[in-house]
């Protein structure tokens, strides 16, 4: 299984009357999202689901990608490692899946999958993290197939 993490892109601050939910994208997360994305499809299998935070933020980011994804209250902000494992179904889906949603989890999720311990990795805004499962010798281990952030593109 190989499990993408992809962190929204950059977002106003809240503003009046609005909540931290409805913060859409910045036109540079914009910008960012669509560099991103445009690297996302020339490598994610077609089977990839995709499964993306209830945010307005992560929703626009997802969107960069693709018009058709599930949104998952389990992946919202502050939600935990167990409950994005859960809503992506680690470790026993099969093929990809890419989960679009918010620092800490995203690094606290590739900190447990590949050091057993849930760090408070930083992921930067808008970039991916690309994670697979790999059958060895000594047991099932995770390594880090990918990783860029839209600046570096």
């Given at each position: ?14 503003g009046d009357r ?125 390594v880090l197939h ?8």
């Amino acid at each position: 299984m190989d499990l993408i993490l992809w962190r929204h892109a950059e977002a106003r601050e809240i503003g009046d009357r609005e909540t931290d939910a409805d913060r859409p994208l910045t036109d540079k997360g914009r910008r960012q999202a669509k560099r991103m994305a445009e690297w996302l499809s020339r490598h994610l299998p077609e089977s990839t689901r995709v499964l993306v935070s209830p945010t307005a933020r992560t929703r626009q980011t997802a969107e960069a990608l693709v018009s058709k994804f599930r949104t998952a209250e389990e992946l919202g902000p502050e939600r935990s490692v167990t409950e994005l494992l859960h809503a992506a179904r680690w470790p026993d889906a099969r093929g990809a899946v890419l989960v679009v949603g918010h620092q800490a989890t995203l690094g606290m999720t590739a900190a447990y999958l590949m050091s057993g311990d849930a760090q408070p990795w930083s992921i930067r805004k808008g970039a991916v993290w690309w994670l697979r499962q790999r059958e060895r010798e000594s047991g099932t281990t995770v390594v880090l197939h990918a990783a860029s952030a839209p600046d570096l593109l």
